[in-house]
């Protein structure tokens, strides 16, 4: 029997080759992948942030760790989408101008396609015009901006400003997440709402597009 832990540690110490190879075995013993995710995925990256903080960690033990995280993601993601059921509304998503952390707004893309969404993911560092044209594209129920620093933060009214002055503001929701976001910001910007984490963003995603 594997020790879900050891992804904790994989995750925590960089190492992307135990990640894949725990979370494989851990699959494979029909452990959830919602279980892994919240268990010992997430709390690992909060302490790698806990660490960069405080001076113990500095960037290339970040970018190790994100991509050992990314790496079980990696696996966990296509059977979070699987379940699919019939179209719940469609999405488009994506990490606003000058952030690359992308890790949170795929779980969050995963999530609302395992939920039934049609999710278009446009990446990170999206400009708001790619936004307003993917807006014009898909024709979304739902935009979602994710940020997870505080100096991108402002990017996502920047965004919300574009939806307006494009006249596309009323044709869609917006929902913001990303850790330094608060439901304060989202109202100050403009936005319908705000989620803490990708669970409860599938959760507001339905409220907001019923
Ligand atoms: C991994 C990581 C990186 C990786 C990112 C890899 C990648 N591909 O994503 C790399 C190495 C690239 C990186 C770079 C930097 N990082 Co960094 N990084 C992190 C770290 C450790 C983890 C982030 C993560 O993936 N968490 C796990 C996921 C699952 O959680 P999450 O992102 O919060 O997402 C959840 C929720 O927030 C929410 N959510 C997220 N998005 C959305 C969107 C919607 C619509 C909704 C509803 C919900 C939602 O749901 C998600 C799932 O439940 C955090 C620390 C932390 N604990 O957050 C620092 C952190 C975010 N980084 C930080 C910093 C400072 C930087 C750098 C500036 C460092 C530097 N000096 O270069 C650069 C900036 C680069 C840039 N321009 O973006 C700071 C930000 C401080 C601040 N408040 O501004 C943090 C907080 C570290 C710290 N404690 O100081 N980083």
Redesign the pocket.
Known sequence: MVDPKQLYDAILNGDHKTAVAVTEQALSEGIAPLEL?TKY??PA??E???R??CEEYF?PE??L???A??GALGLLQPLLAASRAALAGRVV?G?VK???????????AS?LEGAGFEVHDLG??VSPDEFVAAVQEHKPDLV?????????MPAMRDVVDALKAAGLRDRVRV???????TTEFASEIGAD?????????VT??RRLTT
């Open positions: 995710i995925m997430s990256m909060d790698v942030g806990r960069f903080e960037v970040l970018l760790s994100g991509r995280m990314k998503i990490t000058g952030d690359l952390h992308d890790i949170g707004k795929n779980l969050v999530m990170a560092d979602c901006l994710s940020a997870l620093l505080t100096v991108t929902m913001i997440g990303g850790a330094p976001v709402a705000y989620a803490e984490n990708a669970g409860v963003a507001v995603a």
